[in-house]
């Protein structure tokens, strides 16, 4: 089994509607984030999330919410889903010893 | 604030072909560097990584050193095979507190026989 695990995988979904994208990890770390990749872009951070009582902005939170609820668990919500919101959307864990992220394989978001 | 530069690609090499993706960053303080690799349908994993200037990161045949005089750490391999397919990204992380990594776009490599 993986070590961070995302669901769904794939979701197609229309304006307008609530999304969750969910993460849990097996590692035992207690840094998560979410990221964003799109073609050209790279990776960019959505939230992330020191401990259970810690979330943080990243570099684009707008129109994004998360909640940890707990230690192994980091949820995404796009409260009212619009296109450019089409997405792959990845979890990733760490701690604070080290710098390498450790992912998950990636959701798939289709807003149309 | 922080930035990394890698090439464009897409980069299509043959088989055993020699590779190089160029990679330069922008940053304060003393960095982390990273390869990440993606392969298709998956998500990213670190590939090598370097702590500190003139160290060297390698696995898989894959080797970057960590120059901080030309702030560079280009991924470089031998020869290549076809199941190193895959996008390829640059990264950095800053040292002490947040740790906030940061990410260039991606070189898609594609091999061909």
């Known amino acids: 089994d993986a070590d961070v695990t995302q669901t769904p995988r794939n979701r197609i979904t229309k304006t307008g509607k609530r999304i969750m994208l969910e993460c849990s990890q097996t590692?035992?770390?207690?840094?998560m984030y979410w990221y964003r990749q799109d073609p050209g872009l790279g990776l960019r951070l959505i939230y992330y999330?020191?401990?259970?009582?810690?979330?943080n902005k990243g570099e684009i939170s707008d129109g994004y919410s998360v909640s940890r609820q707990a230690q192994a668990k980091f949820s995404l919500s796009l409260e009212s889903a619009i296109p450019n919101q089409t997405a792959l959307y990845f979890c990733?864990?760490?701690?604070?010893?080290?710098?390498?992220?450790?992912f998950g394989e990636g959701s798939r978001l289709t807003v149309l | 604030g922080n930035s990394v530069t890698q090439m464009e690609g897409p980069v299509t090499l043959s088989e055993e072909a020699f590779l190089t993706i160029n990679c330069t960053y922008t940053?304060?303080?003393?960095?982390?560097l990273f390869w990440y690799v993606q392969y298709p349908g998956e998500g990213l994993q670190l590939l090598l990584k370097?702590?500190?200037?003139?160290d060297k990161g390698s696995n898989k045949g894959f080797e970057a050193t960590y120059r901080k005089e030309t702030t560079s750490f280009h991924l470089e391999k031998g020869s290549v095979q076809v199941s190193d397919s895959a996008v390829y990204f640059c990264?950095?992380?800053?040292?002490?507190?947040?740790?906030?990594?940061?990410f260039g776009t991606g070189t898609k490599l594609q091999v061909i026989p």
């Open positions: 990733a864990t760490n701690t604070a010893n080290t710098g390498e992220l450790f």
């Open positions: 990264a950095l992380s800053e040292s002490g507190g947040y740790q906030k990594v940061t």
């Open positions: 370097a702590t500190k200037a003139d």
């Open positions: 999330s020191f401990d259970v009582k810690d979330i």
């Open positions: 940053a304060t303080g003393y960095p982390s």
């Open positions: 590692k035992g770390h207690d840094r």
